[in-house]
């Protein structure tokens, strides 16, 4: 269950809409065009049964940023596990307008001895990422790399620019970067808390042919993705839906 609570929490990344937040350099990186503060929830069901509450927050002062990541489990799911995700990821707009990532931080606390702590340290200049918490370590990381948290808003600025395939490098616990692909499979309505919207649906491919991740994003609320689906096939599915839109 926490895993695929992590995969979701991960996934279901939330802008809040207002003006445009991304713009695109001559060279074609991208670029911040300034990041407002929000605050917003989601409901995660398994299997149709709420399993999860996410809260989403994002933070500027300075030209850096914190992006927050809030999860624990509710009802039946908490009286087995009674677990709990915090997640955060805090980075920097250069002078380029760029995202520099700066610093990832997890922690997650589970019955049954299942904690976990780790801290990431970024140091672009050089192309190096170290490690701290459970593990320890230091590797050499090519590029535009980033932890997942943050990989994600580099999706949100490819679907908003209209792009339909997009590859991004993402370095995970172990130090070792994975390419995450997706595509744009088409428009569909989806029902949510700030009620019925018309969407782009994003998946992720390659990886494993047992699990499928989906994501929709609404062009009238700026492309914020209101939901995010993880299915294991045969098994189960993890449906994370956006309740409400805060904006400070």
């Given at each position: 269950?926490?895993?695929?609570?992590?995969?979701?929490?991960?996934?279901?990344?939330?802008?809040?809409?207002?003006?445009?937040?991304?713009?695109?350099?001559?060279?074609?990186?991208?670029?911040?065009?300034?990041?407002?503060?929000?605050?917003?929830?989601?409901?995660?069901?398994?299997?149709?049964?709420?399993?999860?509450?996410?809260?989403?927050?994002?933070?500027?002062?300075?030209?850096?940023?914190?992006?927050?990541?809030?999860?624990?489990?509710?009802?039946?799911?908490?009286?087995?596990?009674?677990?709990?995700?915090?997640?955060?990821?805090?980075?920097?707009?250069?002078?380029?307008?760029?995202?520099?990532?700066?610093?990832?931080?997890?922690?997650?606390?589970?019955?049954?001895?299942?904690?976990?702590?780790?801290?990431?340290?970024?140091?672009?200049?050089?192309?190096?990422?170290?490690?701290?918490?459970?593990?320890?370590?230091?590797?050499?990381?090519?590029?535009?790399?980033?932890?997942?948290?943050?990989?994600?808003?580099?999706?949100?600025?490819?679907?908003?620019?209209?792009?339909?395939?997009?590859?991004?490098?993402?370095?995970?616990?172990?130090?070792?970067?994975?390419?995450?692909?997706?595509?744009?499979?088409?428009?569909?309505?989806?029902?949510?808390?700030?009620?019925?919207?018309?969407?782009?649906?994003?998946?992720r491919v390659g990886g494993s042919s047992n699990r499928r991740t989906r994501m929709w994003f609404a062009p009238e609320l700026e492309y914020v993705p209101v939901k995010v689906q993880h299915e294991r096939i045969d098994r189960e599915t993890y449906t994370a839906t956006l309740t409400d839109l805060i904006r400070d």
């Open positions: 269950m926490m895993s695929l609570l992590r995969v979701l929490l991960v996934l279901s990344v939330l802008l809040v809409p207002g003006t445009p937040l991304f713009a695109e350099s001559d060279n074609g990186e991208a670029t911040v065009d300034g990041l407002p503060t929000f605050s917003a929830n989601y409901e995660l069901r398994r299997n149709n049964l709420r399993a999860a509450e996410l809260s989403r927050s994002l933070r500027c002062d300075d030209g850096v940023c914190e992006f927050r990541s809030e999860g624990r489990t509710v009802g039946l799911a908490d009286l087995v596990l009674r677990g709990r995700i915090d997640e955060w990821t805090r980075f920097r707009l250069g002078d380029n307008g760029l995202i520099v990532p700066v610093e990832y931080h997890y922690r997650q606390r589970a019955r049954g001895d299942n904690d976990e702590f780790r801290r990431l340290f970024f140091y672009p200049e050089d192309e190096r990422v170290t490690s701290r918490g459970d593990d320890q370590w230091e590797k050499t990381i090519p590029g535009e790399t980033m932890d997942e948290l943050l990989s994600q808003l580099r999706l949100l600025l490819a679907v908003r620019a209209g792009e339909t395939e997009m590859t991004f490098s993402v370095v995970d616990d172990d130090g070792e970067v994975d390419e995450y692909h997706f595509e744009v499979v088409g428009r569909e309505t989806v029902e949510t808390g700030e009620g019925e919207l018309d969407t782009i649906r994003v998946d």
